[in-house]
C-alpha cells in the first residue's frame, strides 16, 4: 500500500466520495489517516456536540463544505425546548477566525442567529451555499446579510424554518452584480418580498434551476419570472390564484409550456382548482410533485393533476387525497419510489381520510416503492402484510396512525404481525417508526431480522423492558434509537450500556426509567453525554434516584460536557 | 378530561394552536403549565390507564354517530363531540407544517370562499352549454367579460366591446338591445323564475342563481316591462 506516493493515494481517495467510506479509509493506517484528512473537503457531524469545532478544524484543514445537525428528531413535534441548545454561531465563529475556506454550510434543527449569518457572510470569500432546514432564531436581515455579502452566492435554500420575517427589502440586498445563483428556495417565508427585485434577480441568474417562491409571490409575477427562466428544473410554486378566463392566466399558460426542463414542481401554498389545467403540459416529466402544502387541492382536480404525472417518482401529498385517489396513484405513477401522506387535519384523527387500502392499492402497483410516510386512520395486519409481500424493497417506512394505540379495527389484535412481516420481507431496510397498539412481540421480531436498521421511533408501545432490550441486543446497526410514552425502564436501559457508544443518540421520554439508572449510565460511560430535560423543576427539590425521569437524552462524544445547556438541563 | 394533556411549555406555546384550544374549551390562558403531581400521576405512570381511555374513546365515537336514537345517556348529541384527549408532540407532525396549514385554513376561507358554485349557461344558438363558477367572479362586469369571451365564437361582435351588461344598463341601448339581435343574460333563481342578471347585489345574486341563459334580444322583452313600457311609450 505504502509504495504509491501520497498523490497518487490522494488521486484515489478523490473518487471515495460517501463519508462512511472516508472514515474507514482514514482508520486503515496512519499514513492514509494522514493523507485523507488533508484531502478531506466535505464533513457531516450527525450531532453537532459530538465534536467540537476547534478539532474539527485541526483535523481538516482543508474543509469546504460542513453539515451539522443540531436538536433531537423529537425537537420537531415540541419535545424538546426551544433553548435547549444546537447553536451554531460558535462554528461560524470558530470556522471565521481560521483559514477555512469555507464554501458551504448545511444546518439542521439548530439555533441560527442574525449574528451568525452576517458573520458567516462576512468571514469567507468563496461562501457558495447555505442551507437551512428546521432552523430558528433567526431574521430576514440575517438573509439580507449573505444576500448583500456572498459575491459568489450559489444556494440559498431555507426549507420550513421559522423566520421572523421583518418584510424588509432582503432580496434587493443582492448587489447586481450577484448573478451567480443556481438555487433560491424562501418558501417558508411568511412576508412580502419586493416582486421587482425578485424579477430583476431572476433575469440576470441565466444558471438558475431551482426557484421556489413563497406564498406572497401572485400569478403574474410567477409569469414573468418562468418567462425569463425557461430553464428552470425545479418549481415552488407561491400562489396559484387565478382567473382562468383572464389575461394573466394566458400568459401563464405560454409560459409554463417554455419550460420543458421542469422535473421537480412543489408549493401551490394557495390554489385555485379548476386551474391545473395550464400545469398538465409539464406533468409528464416531473419526478417529484410536492403537494403537501396545498389544502385547496383535492378530490377529482387533484387525481386529473396525478394522472399526467405518469414518470413521478417521488409524491409528498396530503391525506385528502383519499384512498381513491391513491388508487389512482397506484395506476399511474409506475415509478413511484417515495410517498409521503401527510394528515391535512393533524388534530382530528377521524377527518384522516385514508385507511390500509390506500397503501394496499400502491404497494400492489408501484412496485418500486422503497420510502414511505404514511399518515393514516387505521392500518390493519393483512394490509401490512400485503404491502410485505408487494414491496420487499423498503428502505425507510414510517407509518403513523393519528390514533395512539389503535389496534387492527377487523381483529382487535395489536400490530405486531404486520410490522413483523415488514421488517422479514425487507431485509433493506434501514429506517423504521412503529405506530398503533404494540406489544413486545413486534420488539422480537424487529431485534431477529432488521439487520440494516439504523434507525428507529417507538411511541406507546411494549409490555416491558424486554421489548426495549430485543431491539439493543438485536439490531446490530442501530444509530438511533427514539422512544416516547413506553414502559421500559433501568433494567432495560442498563443492561448493556456499551452499546450506546456505538449509536450516535438514545431518546427516552415518557418511560420508566429513573433518576439512578441515568446516572448509573452516565458514572459507567464517560464518552456518553447523559442529559436530564425537566422544566417542571422537580430536579431542583427532589434529587430522589428512584424518581422518574421525563426526558432523557444521551449520545457519544468526543468532548465532553456541553457548556451551552440551559438550567433546566441536568447533564450527569 | 385532563389525561394525557400537558399544554402549554415554558419554551413556546405556539404549537397548540387556537383551533386545539377551541375544541378543549379551555378558558385559561395560554400557557398552562403541567405541573409535577397532576400530569405525572395521571398520564405517564399508569399506562393501563391511558390505554383505558383510549380504547373508551375509540368505542364510543362511532355510536355517536351511527345511532341517534339510541344515544347512550351520558352522550348528547346536540353537543359538540367529546375533546379528543391532545397528547404533547402527538402526531408526530413537524410544528412549521402544523402551522402553516393552520394558517390556509383560516385565510383560505377569504381567498378561495367555500365550495364552487358551478352554474351551466347556455346561450341561444350554440351548439353547446358551458358552466362557470360564480365564485370566481366578484362583479357582474367580470361575469359578463368572462361570458362574453366564452361565447364569441358565436355571436358575429353584436356584444359589444362593453359587454352584455353594460349596453343592457343604458337604457336607449336597451332599446336597440330588445330590439336587435344582441343577446341579454338571464338567470334562473330558487324559485324557478327567469329573472334579468343586474338587478339584485352581486352576492345576493350567486347565492339564488342556479342556471344562466343568454338570451336573444327579442326574446328577453318578456322580462323588462318596465323597459318595455317605455319602449311603447316612444313608439
Same mark, same amino acid.
Given at each position: ?9 490522494? =488521486? ?6 460517501? =463519508? ?150 432582503? %432580496? ?6 450577484? !448573478? ?8 417558508? %417565508? ?10 430583476? &434577480? ?71 382548482? =379548476? ?39 417521488? &409524491? ?63 392500518? !390493519? ?26 389496534? +387492527? ?59 426495549? &432490550? ?103 | ?127 353547446? %352549454? ?51 339581435? +344582441? ?39 318578456? %322580462? ?12
Amino acid at each position: 500500500m505504502n509504495y504509491f506516493p501520497d498523490e497518487v493515494l490522494e =488521486h484515489v481517495f478523490d473518487f471515495i466520495t460517501s =463519508h462512511k467510506d472516508r472514515n474507514s479509509v482514514s482508520l486503515v493506517c496512519k499514513s492514509w489517516y494522514k493523507i485523507e484528512r488533508y484531502s478531506r473537503q466535505r464533513v457531516f457531524i450527525g450531532n453537532c456536540y459530538s465534536i467540537s469545532p476547534e478539532r474539527l478544524i485541526a483535523r481538516f484543514p482543508g474543509l469546504k463544505s460542513l453539515t451539522l445537525k443540531g436538536k433531537p428528531h423529537f425537537a420537531d413535534f415540541n419535545l424538546v425546548p426551544h433553548d435547549w441548545g444546537g447553536f451554531v454561531y460558535p462554528w461560524i465563529k470558530a470556522l471565521a477566525k481560521s483559514r477555512i475556506g469555507l464554501e458551504e454550510l448545511r444546518l439542521k434543527r439548530m439555533v441560527v442567529s442574525d449574528e451568525s449569518l452576517e458573520l458567516l457572510s462576512k468571514s469567507f470569500v468563496n461562501f457558495k451555499s447555505l442551507v437551512l432546514v428546521s432552523c430558528e432564531g433567526f431574521t430576514t436581515d440575517g438573509l439580507a446579510a449573505i444576500a448583500a455579502n456572498c459575491r459568489f452566492l450559489r444556494e440559498l435554500d431555507l426549507q420550513e424554518n421559522e423566520v421572523d420575517d421583518h418584510r424588509g427589502h432582503w %432580496l434587493s440586498c443582492f448587489p447586481e452584480s450577484c !448573478t451567480s445563483l443556481i438555487s433560491l428556495n424562501f418558501a417558508c %417565508l411568511r412576508g412580502e418580498v419586493n416582486l421587482g427585485a425578485l424579477e430583476r &434577480l431572476v433575469s440576470r441568474s441565466p444558471n438558475l434551476k431551482s426557484l421556489r417562491l413563497n406564498r406572497a409571490v401572485p400569478l403574474d409575477t410567477l409569469q414573468k419570472l418562468l418567462m425569463r427562466a425557461p430553464q428552470l428544473v425545479d418549481l415552488g410554486i407561491g400562489s396559484y390564484v387565478h382567473d382562468p378566463f383572464s389575461e394573466a392566466y394566458n400568459k401563464l399558460k405560454i409560459a409554463i409550456q417554455r419550460c420543458k426542463s421542469i422535473r421537480s414542481l412543489s408549493g401551490f401554498l394557495e390554489v385555485a382548482p =379548476h386551474c391545473m389545467s395550464a400545469i398538465y403540459p409539464i406533468c409528464g416529466n416531473l419526478t417529484f410533485l410536492n403537494l403537501s402544502y396545498a389544502p385547496g387541492l383535492h378530490g377529482n382536480k387533484l387525481m386529473k393533476l396525478i394522472q399526467h404525472c405518469r414518470k413521478l417518482q417521488r &409524491l409528498w401529498i396530503l391525506d385528502c387525497i383519499g384512498d381513491k385517489g391513491l388508487g389512482v396513484v397506484a395506476l399511474t405513477c409506475k415509478e413511484l419510489q417515495e410517498l409521503r401522506v401527510f394528515p391535512s387535519d393533524p388534530f382530528e384523527a377521524e377527518n384522516a381520510a385514508v385507511t390500509e387500502e390506500g397503501l394496499v392499492l400502491v404497494s400492489a402497483g408501484c412496485p418500486k416503492l422503497n420510502s414511505l410516510l404514511y399518515f393514516c386512520q387505521q392500518m !390493519t395486519n393483512a394490509a401490512l402484510i400485503t404491502v410485505a409481500k408487494n414491496c420487499p424493497n423498503f428502505i425507510r417506512f414510517r407509518l403513523c396512525i393519528l390514533d395512539p394505540m389503535k389496534p +387492527d379495527p377487523v381483529t382487535n389484535q395489536p400490530l405486531d404481525e404486520g410490522f413483523g412481516a415488514i421488517v422479514q420481507s425487507c431485509k433493506g431496510l434501514k429506517r423504521l417508526s412503529l405506530s398503533g397498539h404494540l406489544t413486545d412481540q413486534v420488539f422480537l421480531y424487529i431485534g431477529m431480522y432488521a439487520e440494516q436498521l439504523e434507525m428507529l421511533s417507538i411511541a406507546f408501545a411494549a409490555n416491558s423492558d424486554k421489548g426495549m &432490550l430485543y431491539v439493543l441486543n438485536g439490531c446490530k446497526k442501530l444509530r438511533k434509537l427514539e422512544i416516547r410514552d413506553c414502559p421500559f425502564g433501568d433494567a432495560a436501559l442498563l443492561e448493556d450500556v456499551g452499546k450506546y457508544e456505538t449509536m450516535r443518540s438514545l431518546w427516552m421520554s415518557s418511560c420508566e426509567v429513573t433518576l439512578g439508572g441515568c446516572k448509573s449510565v452516565a458514572e459507567k460511560m464517560p464518552s456518553l453525554n447523559v442529559e436530564i430535560i425537566d422544566e417542571s423543576e422537580q430536579m431542583e427539590f427532589n434529587l430522589d434516584d428512584k424518581q422518574k425521569v421525563d426526558k432523557m437524552y444521551l449520545y457519544r462524544t468526543l468532548v465532553g460536557h456541553r457548556k451551552d445547556a440551559p438550567e433546566y438541563v441536568w447533564i450527569l | 378530561m385532563e389525561v394525557g394533556v400537558k399544554m402549554g411549555m415554558k419554551g413556546g406555546g405556539d404549537e397548540v394552536g387556537g383551533k386545539e384550544k377551541e375544541k378543549m374549551g379551555y378558558e385559561e390562558t395560554e400557557l398552562r403549565l403541567g405541573l409535577p403531581g397532576d400530569g405525572e400521576v395521571v398520564r405517564k405512570r399508569d399506562f393501563s390507564h391511558t390505554v383505558d381511555l383510549k380504547l373508551n374513546l375509540i368505542s364510543t365515537s362511532p355510536t355517536d354517530d351511527k345511532d341517534k336514537n339510541i344515544v347512550p345517556s351520558h352522550l348528547d348529541p346536540a353537543k359538540p363531540p367529546p375533546a379528543k384527549a391532545q397528547v404533547v408532540g402527538w402526531p408526530p407532525v413537524r410544528s412549521f407544517r402544523k402551522n402553516m396549514l393552520a394558517t390556509q385554513k383560516s385565510s383560505g376561507s377569504e381567498d378561495s370562499g367555500e365550495k364552487a358554485a358551478f352554474v351551466k349557461v347556455s346561450m341561444d344558438g350554440a351548439p353547446y %352549454l358551458r358552466k362557470v363558477d360564480l365564485r370566481m367572479y366578484k362583479t357582474y362586469q367580470q361575469l359578463s367579460d368572462a361570458l362574453a369571451k366564452m361565447f364569441s365564437s358565436f355571436t358575429i361582435g353584436n356584444c359589444g366591446s362593453q359587454g352584455l351588461l353594460k349596453d343592457f344598463m343604458n337604457e336607449s341601448k336597451l332599446m336597440d338591445l330588445l330590439n336587435g339581435s +344582441d343577446y341579454v343574460p338571464t338567470y334562473e333563481d330558487k324559485d324557478g323564475d327567469w329573472m334579468l342578471v343586474g338587478d339584485v347585489p352581486w352576492e345576493m345574486f350567486i347565492e339564488s342563481c342556479k342556471r344562466l341563459r343568454i338570451m336573444k334580444g327579442t326574446e328577453a322583452i318578456g %322580462l323588462a316591462p318596465r323597459a318595455m313600457e317605455k319602449c311603447k311609450n316612444r313608439s
